[in-house]
């Protein structure tokens, strides 16, 4: 077992960054309370990521090659901004490469790429050896309470789909593992939020078309967690991912955008679907805390 703390969180992510731009907040709320630990799990590099500053362009998979170890530091820097003292790679450093992504139909849907490198995470040969190295980082850890993606990844990026689908099937295997979640990004708060960008006036990058951001119907969401009092860590560490995202402040409001040059407010809410474990607890009211009815250790 790994720590003392009574209460323990445990996230599963993609690339870095997926940890700052869903769960940021989150992660550091969690990671400021005494009596909680907190346990990031990175599947990937990011290694096949886009680039935002041209200063950087070379470090691509299809130049240099070295984003991959770039991102190690940026991510570094996001998890001491966030409080993270826990922080591992599924099966070591660079056992998993980013498989990479194709946009496909309206907004920011994504797919797998026609061919897949020999590491590629999300080969289909590799889910069986993915779950054994969750299920060991499951069993050290003990975490009463699991964060990662819907079935869709979000927005039907192949590396997000397939960590949805070993953590899904290595939470199973943890009896003591409470309850599971996944992100959502709840419509209502994302158009209020970019209602406020809108009232800026002038901003540095374009405004989503509607629906062009993926969301998930409101009525999903089981639990909010307000992350209003963290916003400057989750801010400091959205400035980490430079290669990934630029940070812009815009009358008095901050928000960020991606290589897609699209403005995306910072939310004060993050908002989670409970799928696994204690479910009962949400079904009659929204939750406000990841650990309502978790008995600590």
Same mark, same amino acid.
């Given at each position: 077992?790994?720590?003392?703390?009574?209460?323990?969180?445990?996230?599963?992510?993609?690339?870095?960054?997926?940890?700052?731009?869903?769960?940021?907040g989150? @992660?550091?709320?969690? &990671? +400021? /309370?005494?009596?909680?630990? !907190?346990?990031? #799990?990175?599947? *990937?590099?990011?290694?096949?990521?886009?680039?935002?500053?041209?200063?950087?362009?070379?470090?691509?998979?299809?130049?240099?090659?070295?984003?991959?170890?770039?991102?190690?530091?940026?991510?570094?820097?996001?998890?001491?901004?966030?409080?993270?003292?826990d922080?591992?790679?599924?099966?070591g450093?660079?056992?998993?490469?980013?498989?990479g992504?194709?946009l496909?139909g309206?907004?920011?849907?994504?797919?797998?790429?026609?061919?897949?490198?020999?590491?590629?995470?999300a080969?289909?040969?590799?889910?069986?050896?993915?779950?054994?190295?969750?299920?060991?980082?499951?069993?050290?850890?003990?975490?009463?309470?699991?964060?990662?993606?819907?079935?869709?990844?979000?927005?039907?990026h192949?590396?997000?789909?397939?960590?949805?689908? @070993?953590?899904?099937? &290595? +939470? /199973?295997?943890?009896?003591? !593992?409470?309850? #599971?979640?996944? *992100?959502?990004?709840?419509?209502?708060?994302?158009?209020?939020?970019?209602?406020?960008?809108?009232?800026?006036?002038?901003?540095?990058?374009?405004?989503?078309?509607?629906?062009?951001?993926?969301?998930v119907?409101d009525?999903?969401?089981?639990?909010?967690?307000?992350?209003?009092?963290?916003?400057?860590?989750?801010?400091?560490?959205?400035?980490?991912?430079?290669?990934?995202?630029?940070?812009?402040?815009?009358?008095?409001?901050?928000?960020?955008?991606?290589?897609n040059d699209?403005?995306?407010?910072?939310?004060?809410?993050?908002?989670?679907?409970?799928?696994?474990?204690?479910?009962?607890?949400?079904?009659?009211?929204?939750?406000?805390?990841?650990?309502?009815?978790?008995?600590?250790?």
């Amino acid at each position: 077992m790994r720590g003392a703390a009574p209460f323990r969180l445990l996230l599963v992510h993609a690339h870095p960054d997926d940890e700052t731009l869903a769960t940021g907040g989150t @992660i550091a709320r969690y &990671a +400021a /309370a005494p009596d909680t630990s !907190v346990t990031l #799990v990175t599947c *990937t590099l990011g290694e096949q990521g886009e680039i935002a500053p041209p200063e950087l362009a070379l470090l691509a998979a299809e130049h240099a090659d070295q984003l991959g170890g770039y991102r190690i530091g940026e991510l570094a820097a996001a998890c001491d901004a966030l409080g993270v003292r826990d922080h591992r790679f599924l099966g070591g450093v660079a056992r998993w490469r980013d498989t990479g992504m194709v946009l496909t139909g309206y907004g920011t849907r994504a797919a797998a790429p026609d061919e897949l490198r020999p590491t590629a995470f999300a080969r289909p040969d590799t889910f069986d050896e993915q779950v054994e190295q969750l299920v060991a980082v499951l069993d050290d850890v003990q975490p009463q309470v699991v964060i990662s993606y819907d079935p869709d990844g979000g927005y039907g990026h192949p590396d997000h789909i397939r960590a949805h689908k @070993i953590t899904m099937a &290595a +939470a /199973a295997r943890a009896p003591g !593992v409470r309850k #599971v979640y996944w *992100t959502a990004s709840s419509r209502a708060d994302l158009d209020a939020a970019l209602a406020e960008l809108a009232d800026v006036g002038s901003l540095p990058y374009r405004l989503p078309e509607p629906d062009e951001l993926a969301t998930v119907p409101d009525d999903t969401v089981t639990t909010r967690i307000d992350v209003s009092d963290r916003l400057a860590a989750k801010v400091a560490a959205l400035r980490a991912h430079r290669t990934q995202l630029t940070v812009f402040t815009a009358g008095g409001r901050t928000g960020y955008a991606l290589t897609n040059d699209i403005a995306q407010p910072v939310l004060r809410t993050e908002s989670y679907t409970l799928v696994g474990g204690d479910t009962d607890a949400a079904a009659s009211t929204v939750e406000d805390d990841l650990f309502a009815g978790v008995e600590p250790l």
